[in-house]
């Protein structure tokens, strides 16, 4: 009687492990099956993005520079690289449809598939109307020129009750009228009559710091002419659009009369134009302070 119920437990003992087993072994096996799974679908996402992203695949971009647009294409081609037009300008000394420029620069590793940026040579200058600006201010005048890409090649003042106003406009000593059709290429210059009464002086502004272009801007809107530019070594019509001011003169803050000339000294170097702008503001301090002396 014993020995059957002794048998009985240890059968229902045996059973229960068995079955705590049973469950040990499924826990594990889905755990392991869980890993598995993350495991498996970490590396396929990693494939899909590497084959999207092509990563670790770089290409040396070429120098374009001095190539046609469809000469660049081809040599573009081996590393899958894509030229784009963004941008065209006029220098006469390079040939028309040649590539001048282009981002990212020569020897750049970029990805396969890079869309490279290049800027061509046009093959002539763009022509356009010279905007009837008259009666306008002088502000205005301005504001209209550079819009289609015109400057002021000379401003001359003359005693006129429309003080700060244009009077008379001319290019190429041509009168520009309300009903002239007459074309100037993008960059030429407009003459400006401008009428002043009284106050025939005017403060020169600070340009240190900005661009030929901004600059020129500036000194035009402040009744200045633009005199003399020079150029740091290494600036040519590529890289001028990057060069700023670093000296100026006469300097800021001079009262001079209106249609003065103001020289200007460009340079690549922003070490010189912190220099020379700490120079302008302290020159200016000092003037500042003799004008201050005197009026005491």
Not at 229 to 244: F, P, Q, S, T
Request: hydrophobic share 40%; with cysteine.
């Amino acid at each position: 009687m014993n020995v059957t119920k002794k048998s009985t437990s240890m059968k229902r003992t045996s059973g229960k492990l068995i079955r705590q087993i049973n469950k040990n072994f499924v826990f594990v096996r889905n755990v392991i099956l869980a890993v598995c799974a993350v495991i498996i679908f970490f590396f396929a996402a990693s494939l899909f993005l590497n084959f999207f992203t092509r990563h670790g695949k770089y290409q040396t971009v070429p120098d374009f520079s001095g190539m046609t647009v469809e000469e660049a294409v081809k040599a573009g081609r081996k590393g899958k690289l894509r030229i784009e037009v963004n941008d065209s300008l006029y220098v006469p000394v390079y040939e028309g449809g040649i590539i001048l420029d282009q981002n990212p620069n020569p020897g750049k590793e970029v990805k396969s598939g890079r869309r490279i940026f290049v800027t061509v040579n046009s093959f002539q200058q763009r022509m356009v109307k010279i905007p009837y600006v008259t009666d306008f201010s002088l502000r205005q005048a301005k504001n209209n020129l550079e819009v289609v890409g015109l400057e002021i090649e000379k401003l001359i003042f003359r005693e006129d009750i429309a003080a700060n106003y244009v009077l008379e406009e001319r290019y190429k000593g041509e009168v520009v009228t309300s009903t002239s059709q007459i074309e100037g290429e993008v960059g030429s210059g407009v003459t400006l009559l401008v009428g002043m009464s009284g106050n025939t002086t005017t403060t020169i502004p600070k340009v240190i710091g900005f661009p030929l272009k901004e600059a020129k801007s500036r000194l035009w809107e402040a009744g200045l002419n633009v005199g003399k530019i020079e150029m740091d070594e290494g600036i040519n019509a590529l890289n001028v659009i990057e060069a700023r001011v670093w000296l100026q003169a006469p300097e800021q803050s001079r009262r001079v009369a209106l249609g003065a000339t103001v020289s200007l000294r460009l340079t690549l170097d922003e070490k010189k134009v912190e220099r020379g702008s700490d120079a302008s503001d302290k020159a200016a301090r000092n003037i500042s302070a003799a004008q201050q002396e005197t009026e005491n």
